[in-house]
């Protein structure tokens, strides 16, 4: 794998010529696709890569361009769903989550992380409970496509413009789950002892059966479903840059919670894309 920076334009012109280089590929979309790709012919230097050959860019966790490789990229999106998904459903009844793991190097969730700490616009989260007015330690942002209202707890929250690095993770998340999103609810956990209480996203503000997908950076921390009638847990660990999906009638019949915990004293950040009812 090459380096766009890593050449004059006049010896990577020689290396495509002397095929020495076969593909391109965009470094942090983890996407590759023909050189004469549009879409790459319109990537940043910094972000190009190149590749001798096809195998050397998928052993590499690149996935094929859904513009200049149509039939590759349905293939692969096909294969994902059969072997990621199939078979993987964490409920066993009435609702669907899926866990993809880590989508992401150590390095580049250590570097998104960081992004999200100092680059978000954090506030202590308000509840109304019983008509008394609570402030949380757990700190909470909230993004869309427009300035989306939307009321949990008694309190309601206005939607900020998205900065490029939650559009990028909207990309990933909705790219790997073949799903689409329009907003985005942030929680910061300082510690392992902010934690969430049971509950289920299915406010009015939210389109019903919706797929929520969930990213987390930081620290790994266990997530738990519980069946509302018949009280069945599941329980996953969630890793340092790993996705997971909820979705169909998941919030219909499933509370989820984040379990405090005095083990852990590095923070997490979780992302959950959501689609606001228009």
Same mark, same amino acid.
């Given at each position: 794998m090459f380096l766009h920076s890593q050449f004059t334009d006049a010896a990577l012109r020689q290396k495509i010529k002397q095929k020495q280089i076969y593909l391109g590929g965009n470094a942090k979309l983890k996407i590759y696709g023909t050189l004469?790709?549009?879409?790459? %012919? /319109?990537?940043?230097?910094? #972000?190009?890569?190149?590749?001798?050959?096809?195998?050397?860019?998928? +052993?590499?966790?690149?996935?094929?361009?859904?513009?200049?490789?149509?039939?590759?990229?349905?293939k692969w999106k096909m294969d994902l769903f059969t072997n990621e998904t199939g078979s993987s459903n964490l409920l066993p009844k009435d609702g669907i989550v899926?866990?993809?793991?880590?989508?992401?190097?150590?390095?580049?969730?250590?570097?998104?992380?960081?992004k999200l700490l100092t680059g978000i616009e954090w506030r202590n989260d308000e509840a109304i409970i019983f008509g008394k007015r609570i402030i949380t330690k757990?700190?909470?942002?909230?993004?869309?496509?427009?300035?989306?209202?939307?009321?949990?707890?008694?309190?309601? %929250? /206005?939607?900020?413009?998205? #900065?490029?690095?939650?559009?990028?993770?909207?990309?990933?998340?909705? +790219?790997?789950?073949?799903?689409?999103?329009n907003s985005c609810l942030l929680n910061l956990y300082h510690t392992g002892e902010?934690?969430?209480?049971?509950?289920?996203?299915?406010?009015?503000?939210?389109?019903?059966?919706?797929?929520?997908?969930s990213l987390s950076f930081g620290a790994t921390r266990k997530f738990s479903f519980k069946h509302k009638q018949d009280k069945t847990t599941v329980s996953v660990v969630l890793e340092h840059g790993s996705l997971l999906v909820m979705k169909d009638t998941t919030q219909t019949y499933w509370l989820?919670?984040?379990?405090?915990?005095?083990?852990?004293?590095?923070?997490?950040?979780?992302?959950?894309? /959501?689609?606001?009812?228009?």
């Open positions: 004469s790709c549009a879409s790459g %012919k /319109r990537m940043q230097k910094e #972000t190009r890569v190149f590749f001798v050959s096809e195998k050397e860019a998928i +052993e590499n966790g690149y996935r094929p361009c859904g513009h200049c490789m149509k039939n590759d990229y349905q899926h866990y993809y793991g880590t989508l992401f190097s150590i390095q580049q969730a250590n570097a998104l992380l960081e757990r700190k909470v942002a909230w993004y869309g496509d427009r300035d989306f209202e939307y009321s949990y707890s008694n309190t309601t %929250k /206005r939607a900020l413009p998205w #900065t490029e690095d939650l559009l990028l993770l909207k990309r990933i998340t909705e +790219e790997k789950t073949g799903e689409t999103y902010e934690g969430m209480a049971w509950h289920s996203d299915a406010e009015k503000d939210l389109k019903r059966n919706g797929a929520i997908g989820h919670r984040l379990p405090p915990t005095t083990r852990i004293s590095k923070p997490r950040v979780n992302l959950t894309f /959501r689609t606001i009812v228009e």
